[in-house]
């Protein structure tokens, strides 16, 4: 073994428990590369997924995120990490009184005329109690689970593991601003007093969209690691599988208004769309009339000059504009791109803005399934970098990359045959940088996230 794959394992098993976790997983991969095992493979990947697995924390998420940036981990880590799901155990009742006299008094009882003994839901980072209020309105209440400021940051140490670990496999990818962005956002989920700051900031933003609901928080039962909101009521989105095409079409484009209109209008998105953040609003027959948006922990606020890039980087595709695409790429903030990285980057991005770029009614990718949406591409640009490569991914990238991607899987799961070409440039229709610029500003005002 090299003297640098020595210093790095010594490194990575001061930083974890041998034996245990991520550093257990390191300590049999180092084992195994010193009997002659292939960086990055298959066996790695299963190791550290078993590892993760075990995981209380939201790094099971992260991993995810990551499979979707084409070799920000070896493509075996990624289809290995892309499979791993929430394994958090409920808490029990006992215990979620104790977590919530914590959180709001011993009393706090008598603030609820009825309070759910069994979690409705559960998240990587706490459970949902449906409850309801004095005055008899549905509430649900979102508990943090305990100790997670702690379980966030051994997380994120062993994702600097991780990133250690691949590094030494020669990657296309410098991954040291992913790293920066991923800890940032980790955090703030954290602050649920800032989610319900997002939450106010949605209720601004989607002010004029009646068939797009936002809770409403109820400040006086909600603290930093409590937030309590309104019940809205909804079936699951995968529910509607089997419905008729004009019922998935009408989710789909709720959808799409609900995540587009943020980001063209106030540079604003939500970081994770997946399936678990939405239900559909239903009439008394059951059919579908609108979406609820239920999460708000990863809301990403962007520099509004970050959407005149994104932007600019579609009309330079539509237009096979060079200029104007390196110009977006600038703006995004990829630095000293040659000519075969642009090409390389092109590639993503023209799978990216594929189904915006055609005025016409198609199904989000047709005849692909969610777990290979996206992966011929991703081989593409993997095999490209590595030999162009690396290029350095701005932290802005990462969650605009990971959602766009989750909300590309949620349309293929509904089945959607839309127009998105023309839905997309409906929500561009009047855009100005300054506008955009202005609109955040309000917006930011009104839901008390000003300076933040």
């Known amino acids: 073994m090299a003297d640098d794959e020595n210093s790095l394992t010594g490194r990575l098993l001061r930083y974890a428990n041998v034996g245990t976790g991520v550093g257990g997983a390191v300590a049999r991969i180092a084992a195994a590369r010193f009997l002659g095992g292939e ?45 791993l799901q929430s394994q958090a155990p409920a808490m029990g009742w006992a215990f979620v009184r104790r977590r919530m006299a914590a959180e709001l008094g011993p009393e706090w009882r008598t603030l609820f005329s009825e309070f759910s003994h069994e979690a409705s839901h559960a998240a990587s980072l706490g459970q949902v109690h449906r409850a309801r209020s004095l005055d008899g309105r549905l509430l649900a209440c979102k508990l943090q689970y305990p100790d997670m400021d702690s379980a966030v940051e051994d997380d994120l140490k062993q994702l600097n593991i991780i990133f250690a670990l691949h590094k030494r496999t020669n990657p296309a990818i410098d991954t040291s601003e992913i790293g920066e962005e991923i800890a940032a956002r980790l955090r703030e989920e954290l602050d649920y ?44 989105l995968l529910e509607f599988k089997q419905h008729d095409l004009g019922a998935r079409n009408l989710l789909a484009q709720h959808l799409f208004e609900a995540w587009w209109t943020p980001f063209c209008g106030h540079a604003v998105i939500h970081g994770d769309p997946h399936l678990g953040n939405y239900s559909a609003a239903l009439d008394a ?44 790429y600038e703006i995004w903030g990829f630095e000293g791109l040659s000519n075969e990285l ?111």
Not at 389 to 416: N, S
């Open 39 to 83: 960086r990055g493979s298959t066996a790695e990947g299963q190791l550290l997924a078993e590892a993760l697995g075990n995981l209380k924390g939201p790094l099971m998420k992260v991993a995810q995120l990551l499979a979707t940036i084409p070799d920000a981990l070896p493509a075996a880590y990624a289809a290995e990490l892309a499979q």
């Open 193 to 236: 007093v800032r989610e319900a700051k997002h939450i106010r900031l949605y209720t601004e933003i989607l002010k004029g969209h009646s068939t797009i609901h936002v809770p409403q928080v109820e400040p006086q039962l909600s603290t930093r690691r409590l937030i309590t909101m309104s019940w809205l009521e909804g079936r699951k």
């Open 285 to 328: 027959s059951g059919a579908p009339t609108g979406l609820n948006l239920l999460d708000y922990g990863c809301i990403r606020i962007f520099p509004p000059r970050f959407v005149e890039g994104v932007v600019d980087l579609y009309r330079g595709l539509l237009a096979n504009d060079r200029e104007r695409i390196v110009h977006a």
């Open 342 to 452: 642009i090409d390389i980057l092109n590639i993503w991005a023209r799978f990216i803005y594929g189904p915006l770029m055609e005025d016409r009614v198609r199904a989000i990718a047709d005849g692909v399934s969610p777990a290979e949406y996206g992966r011929r591409q991703a081989f593409q640009v993997h095999r490209a970098l590595k030999t162009k490569g690396p290029v350095k991914v701005p932290r802005e990238f990462v969650f605009m990359d990971r959602a766009a991607i989750g909300l590309g899987g949620v349309f293929i799961h509904l089945r959607a045959e839309l127009n998105f070409y023309r839905l997309f440039n409906e929500a561009l229709e009047g855009f100005t940088l300054e506008g955009v610029a202005e609109r955040q500003k309000t917006a930011l005002a009104a839901a008390g996230l000003s300076g933040l």
